[in-house]
T-cell receptor
Framework: DQQVKQNSPSLSVQEGRISILNCDYT??????FLWYKKYPAEGPTFLIS?????DKNEDGRFTVFLNKSAKHLSLHIVPSQPGDSAVYFC??????????????FGPGTSLSVIP | NAGVTQTPKFQVLKTGQSMTLQCAQD?????MSWYRQDPGMGLRLIHY???????DQGEVPNGYNVSRSTTEDFPLRLLSAAPSQTSVYFC????????????FGQGTRLTVV
């Protein structure tokens, strides 16, 4: 059973509007969360992260919100740009460790930003 | 500076054939890893290495072999290809063991028929 879920396989948003990508997790021991972005024919790149001691982390147009009680996090992109069109992976780890063997990835959400 | 280079980019194998997916990095990174990405599954760790001569298994190691004889190279060997190994494979490297510092290769799309 998947421990990190991204229940929307795809999302379309108009340029300039807000994109909201959702992620749910089942393991209550997860305490560090990451978002990755992947363009076609490229490898994933790290985008933003958040520790469970916070409920929000912001980096430019990207903000991640964490709701520990609901085991839910979301990535907000404001304003959305066509260059944001990519697959976004949510990932999680326990005990704040992000070594390769500690991180679990979700299945990804494909975002299309329409000009 | 090429970063992380994976070869080949595409490969079709017949069931039972063996092959090696190559991964090379020129950043002198100690940590390297292999992932597979399947539809609806996300990235899953196959094997990883914390330095030359040291490898360990990830979440889905069965059917794959690795070795790390040099810092630069981390090849992934499929011993006897099966259709279940049809996937996109990504190699990653990092100077620390932390995945958020990792550089990923462009991927190898493997089809086993």
């Amino acid at each position: 059973d998947q421990q990190v879920k991204q229940n929307s396989p795809s999302l379309s948003v108009q340029e300039g509007r807000i994109s909201i990508l959702n992620c749910d997790y089942t393991n209550s021991m997860f305490d560090y969360f990451l978002w990755y972005k992947k363009y076609p024919a490229e490898g994933p790149t790290f985008l933003i992260s958040i520790s469970s001691i916070k409920d929000k982390n912001e980096d430019g147009r990207f903000t991640v919100f964490l709701n520990k009680s609901a085991k839910h996090l979301s990535l907000h992109i404001v304003p959305s740009q066509p260059g944001d069109s990519a697959v976004y992976f949510c990932a999680a780890s326990e005990y704040g460790g992000t070594s390769y063997d500690k991180v679990i990835f979700g299945p990804g959400t494909s975002l299309s930003v329409i000009p | 500076n090429a970063g992380v280079t994976q070869t080949p980019k595409f490969q079709v194998l017949k069931t039972g054939q063996s092959m090696t997916l190559q991964c090379a990095q020129d950043m002198n990174h100690e940590y390297m890893s292999w992932y597979r990405q399947d539809p609806g599954m996300g990235l899953r760790l196959i094997h990883y290495s914390v330095g030359a001569g040291i490898t360990d298994q990830g979440e889905v190691p069965n059917g794959y072999n690795v070795s790390r004889s040099t810092t630069e190279d981390f090849p992934l060997r499929l011993l006897s290809a099966a259709p279940s190994q049809t996937s996109v494979y990504f190699c990653a490297s990092s100077y620390s063991g932390q995945i958020e510092t990792a550089f990923f290769g462009q991927g190898t799309r493997l089809t086993v028929v």
